[in-house]
């Protein structure tokens, strides 16, 4: 659900802990703090990308290759990942089948982000994901290639700062 004045966890350039701050503060003073993106991969290495609810505050209606959220205050970042996939799509990951990645520093100007990588393997039907309707729109497989193709395109796609190491990583 979205919530911009639930508290999410702050930190400094370093990502070392602050305070708990309000979403909507932080996005709009460049606070930086801490998210997790969850990609959905396939044994194709297709990734289930999902586009975004019109009534998203950033990237509305575009194509987004992860679900994910801000890490709450006081909030573990795997547990934050886990929580986050199974709000947006009804996947219930275990903790030990989500594959870190890495952790991103992504700066968007004012959106200062730590962002937590992980990759969620799952060969199940479309058909069985309950997709929360103030988040997700529809879901869709496409090929990793295709998806990095479109990591300029701002007018469709929401940013992606991790697909290159994705591309490094799960390219044949």
């Known amino acids: 659900m979205i919530n911009n004045q639930e508290l999410i966890f702050a930190v400094d350039e370093n990502n070392q802990p602050i305070e708990s701050v309000v979403r909507e503060k932080a996005h709009a003073e460049g606070i930086w703090h801490r998210g997790t993106d969850i990609i959905v991969m396939n044994d194709k290495n297709e990734i289930l990308c999902n586009k975004r ?12 290759p ?3 959220g801000h890490c709450l205050a006081g909030q573990d970042i795997l547990e934050n990942a886990r929580q986050e996939l199974f709000e947006e799509s009804g996947l219930n990951a275990k ?5 870190f990645v890495e952790t991103i520093k992504w700066d968007n100007g004012l959106n200062k982000e730590f962002r937590y990588v992980y990759v969620y393997r799952w060969e199940g039907d479309l058909k069985d994901l309950k997709l929360e309707k103030e988040e997700v729109d529809e ?3 496409m090929d990793l290639k295709n998806v990095a193709a479109n990591k300029n395109n701002k007018a469709e796609w ?4 991790y697909i290159d190491l994705l591309i490094k990583r799960f390219s044949n």
């Open 95 to 99: 903790p030990e089948d989500l594959e």
């Open 53 to 64: 609810s019109m009534l998203k505050v950033h990237s509305p209606g575009c194509w987004d």
């Open 66 to 68: 992860a679900f994910g």
């Open 139 to 141: 879901v869709k497989w």
């Open 158 to 161: 929401s940013p992606m700062p």
